[in-house]
C-alpha cells in the first residue's frame, strides 16, 4: 500500500516556475515507478511525466511532448518524494496535477494503482 500526498502548487504568472512534490508513505517506495498527471477543467487527465523505479535504469524519465524542455521529474528515494520542477509555464498548463505510483514507468493512466488527491497549478497571462 502506497498513500501520496502532493504539495507545491498555487498561482503563477506565465513565465513563471514552480516545484511540485508528493510524499509517498511505505517502505516499498524506491520499487515503484511514479509519474504525473494533470486535468484541467472539462478536460481528460493526461500524462505528463514518470520516472523509473531506481533499479537497473537508475531512474529513467518520459514526458509528454507538450512539457518537454521545461519539466523536469526527480525523486529522492531516501525522502520518499518525488518532484516535478516546472519552468516557462504557461496557461495551457493550468490543471489539477496528480502524482501515481505504478509497478513499471509508462503514460497509461490504467498502469497506476495509487493516486494522490491532486494540487491545484495556475497559470496566469
Known amino acids: 500500500q502506497v498513500q501520496l500526498v502532493e504539495s507545491g502548487g498555487g498561482l503563477v504568472q506565465a513565465g513563471g516556475s514552480l516545484r511540485l512534490s508528493c510524499a509517498a508513505s511505505g517502505r516499498t517506495f524506491s520499487s515503484y515507478a511514479m509519474g504525473w498527471f494533470r486535468q484541467a477543467p472539462g478536460k481528460e487527465r493526461e500524462f505528463v511525466a514518470a520516472?523509473?523505479?531506481?533499479?537497473?535504469?537508475?531512474?529513467?524519465?518520459y514526458y509528454a511532448d507538450s512539457v518537454k524542455g521545461r519539466f523536469t521529474i526527480s525523486r529522492d528515494n531516501a525522502k520518499n518524494t518525488v518532484y516535478l520542477q516546472m519552468n516557462s509555464l504557461k496557461p495551457e498548463d493550468t490543471a489539477v496535477y496528480y502524482c501515481?505510483?505504478?509497478?513499471?514507468?509508462?503514460?497509461?493512466?490504467?498502469?497506476?494503482?495509487?493516486w494522490g488527491q491532486g494540487t491545484q497549478v495556475t497559470v496566469s497571462s
Open positions: 520516472i523509473s523505479w531506481s533499479g537497473w535504469s537508475g531512474g529513467s524519465t
Open positions: 501515481a505510483a505504478s509497478p513499471t514507468a509508462n503514460r497509461q493512466i490504467y498502469e497506476y494503482d495509487y
